[in-house]
């Protein structure tokens, strides 16, 4: 059972910095030395960090996001010099690091007891990645402590690719947000358990199943990456916590095209904004509806169909939209059938799992 930790947080004077601004970055950099908090950029989301090593620091990120006690941390590292904090390494694992890093990739190795059961959720394994963006990078290398980091926002809300979304879920709640523009995947790394022999994809990413067997022939994806867990444990804690959402309650249609003006015609009747998540080439189809039914309706373009980079890039930043426009009820178009597909596998968290077959 899942503990939730909700203590008394100081006000702080949020102040948003930039990587130019050399005598505020430097108090960024004393922060991490000094195990308080820094929200940073990372080419996935933002991740909000503290020094990995220092137990007290690590609690104050749990206690930030309110985030469950169970749920390890991702420690971020500026060299491949994984030996420092895993042991029992499997020879695979250098292979897939010097293919993958630095990038949007973690491996999930055995602890060494250097790493605090703080950052690794009372597991004797731990979450490593080298990111590839200037500003983490050279954070972690001037601060000279890995940095623990999940993405920066309140858990269970879409993840912040852009400092202005940090700042709306965190301000007041940290020191230093570090502005280094749109993160340019904008979906969090995939993660990879490594401690058996083969290679175990457990939340899918930029880096697909695909690319890894190109490395690791053999290596798989574990089969409840798209389940819904309620009461067993999966073999990594984030897939079984609520993800993505925005306030609305959100459902993906698939299915028949010609039926979608009625469905929207009737969700009408019970709220007063209703979003749609499309691609570039439905964005008239969507105008139309509205204009006929003249009906209060939040039209949020994600992208072009078959630029899959784009439309993960704006995800997050999309689903945040609804939440500016008020909107009560969203729907999303599927994107893509294959729910190993990270863009897939985070709007079926984003909507609870709610497929709707018109
Ligand atoms: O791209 C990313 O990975 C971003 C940026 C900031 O690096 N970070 C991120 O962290 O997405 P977070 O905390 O939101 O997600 C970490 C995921 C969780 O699902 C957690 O359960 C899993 O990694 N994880 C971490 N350590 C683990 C471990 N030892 N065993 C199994 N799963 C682990
Ligand atoms: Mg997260």
Do not use: Q
């Not at 990594?236 to 309650?249: D, V």
């Not at 698939?254 to 929207?264: M, Q, T």
């Not at 979003?275 to 039209?299: A, H, M, P, Q, W």
């Amino acid at each position: 059972m899942a503990i939730k930790l909700y203590v008394y947080l100081n006000f702080m004077d949020t102040k948003i910095v930039y990587f130019r601004d050399k005598v505020n970055y430097k108090k960024c950099i004393e922060a991490i030395k000094s195990g308080e908090v820094v929200v940073f950029p990372t080419e996935t989301v933002y991740g909000i960090g503290v020094n990995a090593l220092d137990k007290n620091g690590v609690k104050k990120i749990y206690n930030i996001k309110k985030r469950e006690t169970d749920n390890p941390l991702i420690v971020h590292i500026c060299d491949y010099n994984i030996d420092k904090y895993g042991k029992n390494i499997k020879p695979y694992v250098y292979d897939l690091i010097k293919e993958f890093w630095p990038g949007p990739f973690t491996i999930i190795l055995n602890k060494k007891d250097i790493i605090p059961y703080e950052v690794t959720g009372g597991r004797d394994t731990v979450a490593l990645r080298m990111p590839n963006h200037h500003v983490a990078l050279n954070l972690i290398k001037e601060s000279s402590v890995p940095i623990a980091a999940p993405s920066a926002n309140i858990s269970g809300r879409p993840s912040g690719t852009n400092a202005k979304r940090c700042f709306e879920d965190l301000k007041g709640l940290v020191n230093f947000i570090i502005d280094g523009e749109e993160s340019l995947i904008g979906l969090e790394s995939t993660v990879v358990d490594c401690t058996g022999d083969t290679p175990i994809l457990v939340r899918p990413g930029f880096i697909t199943l695909h690319d890894i067997k190109k490395v690791i022939n053999n290596a798989k994806i574990y089969e409840g990456i798209n389940k819904r867990f309620i009461n067993e444990s999966p073999i990594s804690p984030g897939l079984k916590y609520k993800h993505y959402a925005p306030k609305g309650n959100m459902v993906i249609l698939k299915g028949d095209k010609n039926k979608v003006y009625d469905y929207i015609k009737l969700k009408s009747i019970s709220h007063k904004n209703i979003g749609v998540l499309c691609v570039n080439e439905n964005r008239d189809f969507y105008e139309e509806i509205k204009n006929s039914l003249s009906i209060d309706l939040t039209i949020v373009n994600i992208g072009h169909r078959d630029d899959e980079n784009e439309i993960g890039r704006n995800l997050f930043e999309c689903i945040r939209k609804f939440d500016d426009a008020d909107s009560d009820f969203i729907i999303s178009e599927c994107f893509y059938d294959d729910f190993s597909n990270a863009i897939m596998n985070r709007l079926l968290k984003a909507s609870s799992y709610n497929i709707i077959n018109l």
